[in-house]
T-cell receptor
């Protein structure tokens, strides 16, 4: 079992829908990254957070370190949001970066 | 201006060969990384370099050797290539302070195919 689990693995949505992608981890962590991998393969860093909530445009990321859970929300989803979203946890003791398996999102017009 | 660049974009080679992938960043960052993404799209950290010093080697076979001539470059040399080395390799960089506690900037990736 992976130390960092994402759900769902695959997600389809209609344009305009509110999207939630979850990331839970079984190890103690000190921070967590959300990454976006485009269909062409390029990877973009969306957020790095260690507590609370961050917002950038239509994207919102939250984390609860005690509950070992983070969520990525997309409001008013658009077909250009179609990508794989990956969370990566920074191990609290080891400073190791542990990746989730990714969530493939497809938004249809 | 490309922030993190990698060459080549595609690399096809025979088993047993030695090859290199180059990475350059023009962001002035002090920390650079190499990641491997396997056929199932799972990412794993391979190496991290901070100011030309190796700070992480995630149980990578010693056939893989990172080389950093200066803080803007981190090249990956692979000796005696094996079929299982086929993957996409990503280079990334981040500012000095905090390493993993900072946003990372990724290169476009190099798809390596070993025949």
């Amino acid at each position: 079992k992976n130390e960092v689990e994402q759900s769902p693995q695959n997600l389809t949505a209609q344009e305009g829908e509110f999207i939630t992608i979850n990331c839970s981890y079984s190890v103690g962590i000190s921070a967590l990254h959300w990454l976006q991998q485009h269909p062409g393969g390029g990877i973009v860093s969306l957020f790095m957070l260690s507590s609370g909530k961050k917002k950038h445009g239509r994207l919102i990321a939250t984390i609860n370190i005690q509950e070992k859970h983070s969520s990525l929300h997309i409001t008013a989803s658009h077909p250009r949001d179609s990508a794989v979203y990956i969370c990566a946890a920074v191990g609290g003791d080891t400073d190791k970066l542990i990746f989730g398996t990714g969530t493939r999102l497809q938004v249809f017009p | 201006d490309t922030a993190v660049s990698q060459t080549p974009k595609y690399l096809v080679t025979q088993m047993g060969n030695d090859k290199s992938i180059k990475c350059e960043q023009n962001l002035g960052h002090d920390t650079m990384y190499w990641y491997k993404q396997d056929s199932k799209k799972f990412l794993k950290i391979m190496f991290s370099y901070n100011n030309k010093e190796l700070i992480i080697n995630e149980t990578v076979p010693n056939r893989f050797s990172p080389k950093s001539p200066d803080k803007a470059h981190l090249n990956l040399h692979i000796n005696s290539l094996e079929l299982g080395d086929s993957a996409v390799y990503f280079c990334a960089s981040s500012p000095l302070e905090g390493g993993y506690y900072n946003e990372q900037f990724f290169g476009p990736g190099t798809r390596l195919t070993v025949l």
